[in-house]
């Protein structure tokens, strides 16, 4: 199962680029990264999901590298209500389904 | 319609009490899913449900009981809870499962659970 590592929390200010990196060394190749929003007491939302290079939609991009052991969430001019915990995930594929095991999670702060 | 509903939204009970949670969604999704999340934790799955079968119960103690009466449908039975299973307990669903890849789960907002 691949593990991943994102940094604890990040602070950003209203209408920044705010960028988070998960590490994911262990990624297999037929897994993908995808990226959850929570707020609290409130279940996760669904951002963004990859396999490789770069995807785009209306609130966030995802960068994948080559070797794919890392990938980048990147929110365009954060504002205050972006501030959640995120998750980078990595789907491992079992037989007959599939789980999802959400790691520690980055929790943003976006300050006026 | 791209909601997932739980209730209650509260719920206190005794360590002797049987409780039910329920969880309910119209999106025709064919896979079901328990998470338990402890404040300032990540959610842990619990249990997963496929075509309404039992497929993945990550090792959890029998005083949770999944059950799932049709494909629209997801119950939490509890009994004999602890102090420590005092937690938000979510409700999410998928349209795909399988080998078809990662597919988006969509969650439901939660029960609050107090075990005194």
């Known amino acids: 199962l691949a593990k991943t590592t994102q940094p604890i929390s990040m602070d950003s200010y209203e209408g920044q680029e705010v960028n988070i990196t998960c590490s994911h060394n262990?990624?297999?190749?037929?897994?993908?990264i995808t990226w959850y929003q929570q707020f609290p007491s409130q279940g996760p939302r669904f951002i963004i999901q990859g396999y490789k290079t770069k995807v785009t939609n209306e609130v966030a991009s995802l960068f994948i590298p080559a070797d794919r052991k890392s990938s980048t969430l990147s929110l365009p001019r954060v504002s205050l209500s972006d501030t959640a915990v995120y998750y980078c995930?990595?789907?491992?594929?079992?037989?007959?389904?599939?789980?999802?095991?959400f790691g520690s999670g980055t929790r943003l702060l976006v300050r006026p | 319609d791209t909601e997932v509903t739980q209730t209650p939204k509260h719920l206190v009970m005794g360590m002797t009490n049987k409780k039910s949670l329920k969880c309910e969604q119209h999106m025709g999704h064919r896979a079901m899913y328990w998470y338990k999340q402890k404040a300032k934790k990540p959610p842990e799955l619990m249990f997963v449900?496929?075509?309404?079968?039992?497929?993945i119960n990550e090792s959890v103690p029998s005083r949770f009981s999944p059950e799932c009466p049709n494909s629209s449908l997801l119950n939490l039975h509890l009994h004999a809870l602890q102090p420590e299973d005092s937690a938000l307990y979510l409700c999410?669903?998928?349209?795909?499962?399988?080998?078809?890849?990662?597919?988006?789960?969509?969650f439901g907002p939660g029960t609050r659970l107090t075990v005194t």
């Open positions: 999410a669903s998928s349209q795909k499962t399988g080998l078809a890849g990662v597919d988006e789960q969509y």
């Open positions: 262990n990624i297999a190749t037929n897994d993908y």
């Open positions: 449900y496929s075509y309404e079968k039992l497929s």
């Open positions: 995930l990595v789907a491992p594929r079992m037989d007959s389904s599939y789980k999802l095991i």
